[in-house]
């Protein structure tokens, strides 16, 4: 038999080639639990579009299982002696997706577009800031009014994220309907509430972590028909699995199931000076009635029947493995003796109030098991269910008595709490207002040293965890369901999907 | 006929406006603040400022609604602030999308109901009408959202054939289209097809005893043309004018099965656009919705009026 020609030896070669590109070219389907807002970064507003930021758009930082700052954008940086100026050394040869050069200049034109375009969610975050120099193509300077911890841990979020000047001037404000950033994939087509597709950028800078060629991300609300497609093999991955549903898949060898302690919590915000109805009640005007609340409350059972063992127990703004943790207040055990003797000194053996509850399923679980616990030590609780929006804006008006409420956390513990406690903050819906706090809390952002810092926030947690404005219950788990061919995923706790590593095998 | 169009025509313009006002009053009755949810987590004082000013939420109402309706006379009804979209182009894209199920719903539920109204009234008191019977109880008393995940979880995570949700456009791949559509329009398909059953069935017995019937069988007419061509004819009059107003009832149907199936289309649109206090789309999508209903009900009457000569006399 003769050999075969060359012509055929090419043939088969380049269709052999051709198949192999066939079967690398590989997509990540991803079912996200809700359908993303506006994906510019500056605008943007929720959870869910930051699981999209993450594979689209690249932050100056990023942090890592530790929630330590790492470098992503930026290779590295330095504090100004009187902590006022911090200097950003840039990495080099980066590029955004319309090939445009992300540089000292970009950096720049970026933080200012934070700061000063209309309807901007990244101006509180950045506020501090009073301006950006560019000292070299690859250095930038910002400059602030006060040292600023939490500046870092901001811009490893999305107020570290840099978009293309170039193409952000050019749309205005559509430009989140075709965002250009500099993350490992582009976005091809987005169609609201049914899909958003990604592609590879074939110039990223770390595209040797890149092992996909597209991601799909369909939003799929219901967590049922969620975990269906997983299931059935349209989806590679899912995002906040159903509690329930986690015994199942853990007996499932297709499926792999991820989970991370989220950095946000579960509590419940009392009304201690939003309105009239703080003194009105009980619990807003006694503080000896919100302690023996607290104590009536079993957390491991909270965690237990109401998030079915997926959630670690917790009683400050951070979770007991946080290094912001302080451990002068440790999570209280509960004891329902203590607890009437305290209604009895109060002079109120039965304090009944309402609790105002979203529609969530989690809310409404927490608040039923809340209800039933706290009636051993005599409490009578109220549960009103109202829709998410209403309940915001009863909160805002102090139209509540207690409200549970979830906080989906920042890398920086100042994110968990500044806001709630500081006087007549946006998200004080307890109306909590007391001069040492304001002082702590202050204290604690232009504080750098992370030592120092713990030793502010153990200051706060005694004053803060006495006067229990919010009753912090616990800390859920972020839960990822994955088909087991998945391997490289990283479990940050800020519950978003790093996609650099990830890969199917 | 020309005055009939005319003075029917000229009805139109005050509900238009009596529904938009109505719309735009409605909205108003939703609780809460728009800014605070569209706000994000943050609630930034300055972000709710800015969205109170974009949105014209300070204003008094009569000043909304002109700045509104002004905007939908030039065409422009307006932006979702959620997406930063032009609602006109979020109805375009998910209005076929919701017709097509509509679409499909009804096609089964005219081949399942008048199939089996026809067997029940032929074989009345038979086991096949008990069968049928049963089946229509089933059909009205099934609650949408239950039905769409069983047939997920015994068609797609049991069996593996078809899709658990999503859609696919019909022009991009039509089979995938179909495997994605199948089970949501059997879904909403199934309680109309219901009531086409009880109808149909109901309307056959009554034909089936009328003179003509017996004639035709005393004619010695094989008994599948008596029925189906004699009878059914007659009986299904009434069930076409029925499974045409049932066709409204699809499109509030959808709403609930569209979300079981995350399909995107009208239902999804509205729901998450009033979950969201995104305004400008509920109030978009119900206008459209308002005038299709006008317009269709417009066509309808017209209809009767070439039908029926006594109309036609009357208006002359």
Request: proline share 5%; net charge neutral; charged share 20%.
């Amino acid at each position: 038999m003769s050999k075969p020609s060359w012509t055929i030896r090419a043939l088969l070669t380049a269709g052999t080639i051709a198949v192999a590109t066939l079967a690398g070219a590989q997509t990540l389907r991803f079912g996200l639990a809700e359908d993303p807002d506006i994906l510019d970064p500056t605008l943007a507003r929720t959870f869910v579009g930051r699981i999209v930021f993450a594979a689209l758009c690249d932050k100056l930082f990023d942090i890592d299982e530790k929630l330590d700052i790492v470098p992503q954008l930026a290779t590295g940086y330095e504090w100004s002696a009187d902590r006022k100026t911090l200097t950003i050394k840039l990495r080099k040869g980066v590029t955004f997706h319309d090939g445009e050069k992300l540089d000292a200049a970009a950096v720049k034109f970026n933080i200012e577009r934070h700061k000063t375009m209309a309807g901007s969610n990244r101006r509180g975050e950045l506020a501090p800031v009073t301006g950006v120099d560019v000292v070299d193509d690859s250095t930038v300077r910002l400059n602030l009014s006060a040292p600023f911890a939490p500046l870092l841990a901001q811009l490893a979020d999305r107020a570290g994220m840099m978009v293309s000047p170039k193409a952000a001037q050019a749309e205005g404000d559509k430009f989140g309907s075709k965002p250009v950033c500099s993350g490992p994939f582009r976005l091809v087509e987005r169609v609201a509430q049914d899909r958003i597709v990604l592609e590879r950028y074939p110039n990223y800078w770390n595209k040797g972590e890149i092992h996909f060629d597209k991601i799909v991300y369909l939003p799929i609300v219901d967590a049922t028909v969620r975990l269906a497609n997983l299931k059935s093999g349209q989806l590679d991955f899912i995002e906040r699995v159903g509690t329930s549903d986690i015994a199942a898949l853990k007996t499932d060898s297709r499926f792999k199931i991820s989970r991370i302690t989220e950095i946000g919590y579960q509590g419940i915000t009392i009304n201690v000076g939003k309105s009239d109805l703080a003194q009105k009640n009980p619990l807003g005007r006694d503080p000896r009635v919100r302690e023996a609340f607290e104590l009536a409350l079993d957390r491991d059972g909270i965690a237990q029947v109401a998030m079915d063992g997926e959630a670690d127990v917790g009683n400050q703004w951070v979770a007991p493995s946080n290094a912001f943790y302080a451990k002068n207040m440790p999570v209280p055990k509960r004891d329902v003796a203590k607890a009437k003797a305290l209604l009895q000194a109060a002079g109120v053996s039965n304090p009944s109030f309402t609790l105002m509850t979203p529609t969530t399923s989690d809310a409404q679980k927490i608040a039923q098991v809340v209800q039933s616990m706290v009636k051993e030590a005599g409490f009578d609780v109220k549960i009103q269910s109202t829709e998410f929006a209403t309940s915001l804006n009863m909160a805002d008006k102090g139209d509540f008595e207690a409200y549970v409420l979830a906080w989906s956390g920042r890398a920086d513990p100042d994110g968990n709490i500044f806001s709630f406690d500081g006087c007549k903050q946006p998200l004080d819906y307890a109306g909590y207002c007391k001069q040492e706090v304001d002082d702590l809390l202050n204290r604690s952002r232009t504080t750098l040293d992370p030592s120092e810092r713990k030793k502010i926030y153990a200051e706060l947690a005694a004053i803060v965890l006495k006067d229990r404005p919010i009753v912090y219950l616990i800390h859920r788990h972020w839960l990822w369901a994955h088909t087991s061919k998945l391997s490289g995923l990283r479990t940050i706790p800020d519950g978003l999907v790093r996609v650099q590593g990830l890969r199917m095998n | 006929m020309l005055n009939y169009l005319l003075h029917r025509l000229a009805t139109i313009v005050p509900t238009l406006f009596f529904v938009s006002v109505l719309i735009f009053g409605l909205q108003q009755l939703l609780p809460g603040d728009p800014a605070m949810i569209l706000a994000g987590e943050e609630r930034d004082p300055t972000v709710i400022a800015h969205l109170h000013q974009k949105l014209h939420l300070d204003e008094p109402l009569p000043i909304r609604y002109l700045y509104w309706a002004g905007g939908v006379l030039k065409g422009d009804l307006g932006e979702s602030v959620r997406i930063q979209k032009p609602v006109l182009d979020l109805i375009i894209e998910k209005l076929p999308v919701t017709l097509e199920l509509a679409l499909l719903a009804i096609v089964i539920a005219l081949t399942i109901g008048i199939t089996a109204g026809i067997v029940s009234a032929v074989a009345k008191d038979s086991a096949w009408d008990y069968a049928a019977n049963v089946f229509a109880l089933w059909g009205l008393s099934t609650p949408n959202f239950w039905l769409g995940i069983m047939l997920i979880l015994l068609f797609s995570v049991t069996l593996g054939w078809l899709p658990a949700s999503g859609y696919v456009s019909p022009f991009e791949d039509l089979k995938a289209n179909l495997a994605a559509m199948i089970m949501p329009a059997f879904v909403l398909g199934n309680a109309i097809a219901a009531v086409l059953m009880r109808h149909t069935r109901s309307a056959m017995l009554q034909v089936l005893s009328a003179d003509y019937v017996r004639t035709a069988r005393a004619k010695g007419l094989d008994e599948r043309v008596v029925v189906l061509k004699h009878a059914l004819r007659n009986a299904l009059t009434p069930v076409i004018t029925l499974g045409a107003l049932e066709f409204g009832t699809l499109l509030s149907g959808a709403v609930l099965t569209e979300q079981v199936f995350t399909i995107p289309g009208f239902g999804k649109l509205i729901v998450d656009a009033v979950f969201n206090r995104d305004y400008a789309v509920v109030q978009g999508v119900v206008l459209c919705t308002a005038t299709a209903y006008i317009t269709l009900n417009l066509l309808a009457d017209m209809a009767y009026f070439l039908v029926n000569p006594r109309l036609r006399d009357s208006h002359a």
